[in-house]
């Protein structure tokens, strides 16, 4: 039997991986994104994206970075997994050890080659503990405001509503895309920031004293958020901002590995 010819890859949109989310419907083990994440690649950064599974079975990453432009790191079900930040404190939530072990990988591999990467709620957690950062397991056992909680008996679209303001750091990337002191973002979490990670630089922060967005100093595009801008997207400046000049950098990549070939149709 005759192998079919090898080909190259040929797009004119940036390959962008999102790590997935790892759950049960009924019996079933599954792999998935949600669609607000999906949507905000495909028409705000304009980028095509590839949904990674997370799964501790996976030992080298190097194949995904080989022919990405960019990563994405969602939130998820479950939370990082104290351990993998040195905390002994007791978990108290879910916990994805396939996950930690995949975007860890995933996050430090982006950093070595440069790889633009956006992570968002659980992956901004996950972003700061792959730079050496720790996290806050309860954010509010640790005495943070209430405005950061979730609260499950609101229908969804007012949990994604804006709750509280964040300050902007001065002369950050977020200060100069909105040139603003503040914006309103909306709040869904336990897990927060406790020690900043090497190479980071915090971008806003709450009145309470919480991190709530980083950037990796020496990177082109390396940026974690706490709230969920994937949910306005379409609407909101800021998280416009975010989508739209992230897929800008995942255009502005070139993948080393040199076998990926972009091509008009």
């Given at each position: 039997m005759t192998s079919p010819?090898?080909?190259?890859?040929?797009?004119?949109?940036?390959?962008?991986?999102?790590?997935?989310?790892?759950?049960?419907?009924?019996?079933?083990?599954?792999?998935?994104?949600?669609e607000?994440?999906?949507?905000?690649?495909s028409d705000v950064a304009g980028v095509a994206p590839v949904f990674?599974?997370?799964?501790?079975?996976?030992?080298?990453?190097?194949?995904?970075?080989r022919v990405m432009s960019g990563l994405l790191f969602p939130d998820g079900v479950s939370n990082v997994a104290p351990a993998l930040y040195g905390s002994e404190e007791p978990a108290g939530f879910p916990i994805d050890p396939g996950r930690d072990?995949?975007?860890?990988?995933?996050?430090?591999?982006a950093v070595s080659q440069g790889l633009p990467m956006l992570a968002i709620g659980r992956g901004f957690h996950e972003m700061n503990v792959a730079f050496g950062g720790t996290l806050h397991p309860d954010i509010f056992a640790a005495g943070h405001n209430e405005h950061?909680?979730?609260?499950?008996?609101?229908?969804?679209?007012?949990?994604?509503?804006?709750?509280?303001?964040v300050s902007l750091a001065p002369g950050g990337l977020l200060h100069d895309w909105l040139r603003a002191d503040v914006a309103l973002v909306n709040s869904l979490h336990t897990?927060?920031?406790?020690?900043?990670?090497?190479?980071?630089?915090?971008?806003?922060?709450?009145?309470?004293?919480?991190?709530?967005?980083?950037?990796?100093?020496?990177?082109?595009?390396?940026?974690?958020?706490?709230w969920h801008p994937e949910v306005s997207a379409s609407t909101d400046r800021l998280s416009q901002s975010l989508f739209m000049r992230f897929g800008d950098a995942c255009r502005r990549y070139v993948p080393?590995?040199?076998?990926?070939?972009?091509?008009?149709?």
């Open positions: 010819p090898s080909l190259p890859c040929r797009t004119n949109l940036p390959l962008v991986g999102i790590v997935c989310d790892r759950f049960f419907v009924g019996e079933h083990d599954q792999h998935g994104v949600k607000s994440y999906r949507r905000a690649l990674l599974p997370a799964t501790s079975a996976i030992s080298d990453v190097t194949p995904y970075l072990h995949v975007a860890v990988q995933l996050i430090r591999g950061h909680r979730e609260n499950l008996s609101e229908p969804l679209d007012l949990r994604y509503r804006y709750k509280h303001r897990q927060g920031i406790r020690t900043l990670g090497e190479g980071l630089a915090a971008e806003a922060m709450h009145a309470d004293g919480l991190i709530e967005a980083i950037r990796g100093v020496d990177a082109d595009f390396a940026i974690g958020v706490q080393s590995w040199g076998i990926v070939e972009r091509t008009s149709p």
